[in-house]
């Protein structure tokens, strides 16, 4: 970078004199098109429950959605991800819950899509760990994470997924050769117009523990998840999967977690030019939270953490902050 002239004839101060002057020469812009809004389902009827670990967001039985969904399609929200929070009687050790038409992410899916047709899109995440007895991702034996039998079952939930409408199968599982056989069998089922997001980098994080709270599997765990999510490390590792997976047939790709890891999502934009999707994860979101309702800091840092990841090169973000953003912006 070369920069010509010197003080006092060069003075960047120029550009900052004021609001206006700042809006013109703003490298970055953040709006509600670049938000994605998690939404946690529970069963039963009429809910609406308080999570623990995360102040301020709720699970909601699928009859509630509604309550969520209206502000979100009023506030243009492009997308929103369902994640399940799946009865422990109906969870085994291979999550055949998964699999079920009638679980909680499906009848979610046809709800939206009957009341909402396309105004919002709709990701759905593909994984075992909510439905798993062990709070694995995977077919846990003898202690190990079975890749290809695995693959096998997140394949039939893909289909199963999209049928019911999804428009984004999202996996989020970290097993090897997944993208391709999944995009495979979607094509197969004549479902080629579903779009994939790859959880192509995701990172085995201290960052998750209130999300699995959320989503009931964090009593459940045995052990770690080092064995197929990546090691945090690691920097060239995400560039192979990246690659791997878009060869396999991603649309997207997904960074996660999003704050520790804007490296990585800067060394995925300049690498690959394909959407990339990063992952505000659920302890981000505690933290902040709970730094703003101590008063150590205020809710303009939210704005702040957003803008780092556009900055970085994120084309869009998943944030537990997505519906209370969309209103300020």
């Known amino acids: 970078m070369i920069i010509t002239g010197k003080y006092p004839n ?35 009827i009429n809910k609406k429950e308080s999570i623990r670990s995360m102040t ?60 909402y047709k396309s105004k919002i899109g709709i990701m759905c995440d593909v994984a075992l760990d909510p439905y798993t007895s062990h709070g694995h991702d995977g077919v846990l034996k003898k202690g190990k994470i079975l890749n290809d039998e695995t693959i096998d079952i997140l394949v039939k939930q893909s289909v199963i997924q999209a049928q019911m409408g999804c428009d984004v199968i999202a996996p989020s599982d970290m097993m090897d050769g997944r993208i391709g056989k999944i995009r495979k069998a979607l094509d197969k089922n004549n479902l080629q117009n579903t779009q994939i997001l790859s959880y192509a980098v995701k990172y085995a994080s201290s960052f998750y523990g209130p999300f699995r709270d959320a989503v009931g599997s964090n ?3 045995k052990g770690d998840k080092k064995t197929y999510q990546m090691d945090y490390k690691n920097t060239d590792e995400a560039i192979r999967e990246i690659s791997l997976d878009i060869k396999e047939g991603a649309d997207m790709i997904m960074v996660k977690p999003a704050m520790p890891y804007l490296d990585i999502i800067k060394l995925a934009k300049e690498n690959f030019k394909i959407p990339i999707i990063s992952y505000q994860v659920s302890g981000e979101y505690s933290l902040l939270t709970n730094a703003i309702k101590k008063g150590l800091i205020n809710e303009k840092s939210i704005i702040e953490t957003l803008y780092a990841f556009k900055r970085s090169g994120s084309n869009a973000i998943v944030t537990y902050f997505a519906d209370k953003i969309a209103k300020i912006i």
């Not at 550009?15 to 020469?25: G, I, P, T, Y």
């Not at 509604?66 to 991800?81: E, F, Q, Y």
């Not at 009865?87 to 009341?115: D, F, H, M, P, Q």
């Open 56 to 115: 301020g967001v709720y699970r909601y039985s699928v009859d509630k959605i509604p309550t969520i969904l209206d502000g979100a399609v009023k506030n243009k929200i492009p997308m929103v991800a369902l994640f399940p929070y799946t009865n422990s009687k109906l969870k085994n050790n291979i999550g055949t819950e998964a699999l079920n038409e009638n679980n909680l992410v499906c009848k979610a899916i046809r709800l939206i899509k009957r009341k």
């Open 219 to 221: 009593k459940n765990l």
């Open 10 to 44: 060069l003075r960047l101060r120029r550009n900052r004199k004021s609001d206006w002057c700042r809006r013109l020469v703003q490298e970055n812009t953040l709006s509600v098109n670049d938000l994605i809004l998690p939404i946690f389902i529970t069963d039963g």
